[in-house]
């Protein structure tokens, strides 16, 4: 029923487009839109990098608690994402799983004993022991002292109040003290708070990422080749899987 609703709606813009403009314009116009939903290729993320040894220029009230997330913060973390829908930008409880699972480093930060976001980021030890997809994804290799930062998030009633920029200041001088000098981390271009808050902290544009996808289901970014995974996919949690991988690019 949904489906016939959608085609419906479609036939009559496509009738009201031709009785507009005529057949010739939307030939073109059905054309464009049946080519767009065979091959796209779109800007999707920007590579940034922030130097870790650079000093902290903010000050803040400290109110903020940032713990190494263990294994003992699973089930608090379950709690606190199942809280959220799918529409705040949480990820997905599976994938803090096999974050945890894969030994990849994170942070949990609380206020006043409630935890209010989570941090996840991985080194070349890390990725060497089990390859981190969005390391994959975004075509990026690691050197020593890098990290790649991932997964930032804090509960959306939280994000005033400097919490968000004080998260990221603790986080970074936490990976500086285990002894990292550069951070790396993606963006997309058209989320505008994001953005202004990693330039605020001083994250410097790498390059924008080039996205090339056939029938939705294939990727193409840089040399490699990714599939989409299945929603219902509990072992492998990710949005893509690299199934043709060429060589790394550097940083």
């Not at 650079?54 to 903020?64: A, D, G, S």
């Not at 973390?77 to 809280?83: P, S």
């Not at 271009?189 to 202004?196: G, M, S």
Request: some cysteine; proline content about 3%; glycine content about 6%.
């Amino acid at each position: 029923m949904m489906s016939f609703y959608y085609l419906n709606k479609k036939f009559q813009q496509a009738k009201r487009y031709y009785r507009d403009f005529g057949f010739r314009k939307t030939l073109i116009k059905v054309i464009k839109v049946i080519s767009s939903r065979i091959y796209t290729q779109n800007v999707n993320f920007i590579l940034l990098k922030k130097d870790l040894t650079e000093k902290i220029k903010f000050t803040f009230n400290y109110k903020l608690e940032i713990q190494r997330i263990e294994k003992n913060h699973l089930g608090i973390l379950k709690e606190f994402i199942e809280k959220y829908d799918e529409n705040t930008g949480r990820t997905p409880f599976s994938r803090i799983n096999a974050s945890f699972e894969n030994n990849y480093g994170g942070f949990i930060a609380f206020l006043q004993g409630e935890i209010i976001g989570y941090f996840w980021w991985v080194d070349n030890a890390m990725i060497a022991r089990r390859n981190h997809p969005e390391s994959v994804l975004f075509n990026n290799k690691l050197e020593d002292g890098d990290v790649y930062g991932f997964d930032f998030f804090i509960a959306p009633e939280y994000r005033g109040n400097s919490n968000a920029i004080e998260f990221l200041c603790k986080s970074c001088s936490f990976l500086n003290k285990l002894g990292y000098n550069r951070i790396f981390g993606v963006v997309a271009p058209n989320n505008t708070p994001a953005r202004w808050l990693y330039k605020l902290f001083g994250y410097k544009d790498v390059r924008r990422i080039i996205e090339r996808r056939f029938l939705y289901f294939v990727l193409f970014i840089g040399k490699t080749i990714f599939l989409k995974t299945s929603r219902w996919s509990l072992y492998y949690p990710w949005d893509y899987r690299a199934v043709y991988p060429f060589k790394d690019a550097k940083f």
